[in-house]
């Protein structure tokens, strides 16, 4: 939550765009610092640091999906992003547990982290609204 504080600043001085690759850029690097043993002082500044990144996207995607959606066609953009969620909450922890099974907790943090890298770099050819 304390990611949402200022984040209306942020996409009004930064734009929404190099905020929300940021801020994914910010939690797999947050995520991938974890990979390593750290002594706790610098788990709890990685974690933080993951968090404030993770916690801006919900929102950010949300706008961004409203801003770029036709008017008459939100609402099913909105649908669709929400029923990719729900088949992410079921598959996502499926996949992650198989995933664990061979590899530990370091290797489900190493392949959120690749997946939340590889999510920002395809932010970065986002819809550009002309004009």
Same mark, same amino acid.
């Given at each position: ?5 200022? *984040? ?5 001085? =930064? ?18 610092? *974890?990979? @390593?043993? *750290? ?5 709890? /500044?990685? /974690? ?14 949300? %706008? ?5 959606? @036709? @008017? ?7 649908? =669709?992003? =929400? ?9 996502? @922890? %499926? ?7 061979? #590899? ?7 392949? #959120?982290?690749?997946g939340l890298a ?5 932010? #970065?050819? =986002? ?5």
């Amino acid at each position: 939550m304390a990611s949402r504080l200022l *984040l209306g600043r942020l996409v009004a001085a =930064l734009g929404r765009r190099v905020v929300l690759v940021g801020t994914v850029a910010l939690a797999a690097a947050g995520l991938a610092l *974890l990979l @390593p043993p *750290l002594p706790f002082a610098v788990l709890l /500044v990685v /974690v933080a640091v993951a968090g404030l990144g993770l916690g801006a996207g919900q929102p950010l995607t949300m %706008s961004f999906l409203a801003e770029v959606a @036709p @008017p008459g066609l939100r609402g099913r953009a909105m649908s =669709l992003r =929400l029923t990719g969620n729900r088949l992410g909450q079921v598959l996502i @922890p %499926s996949a992650a547990g198989a995933l664990a099974a061979g #590899t530990g907790a370091a290797g489900v943090l190493a392949c #959120t982290a690749a997946g939340l890298a590889g999510a920002a770099v395809a932010a #970065t050819r =986002l819809h550009r609204r002309s004009g």
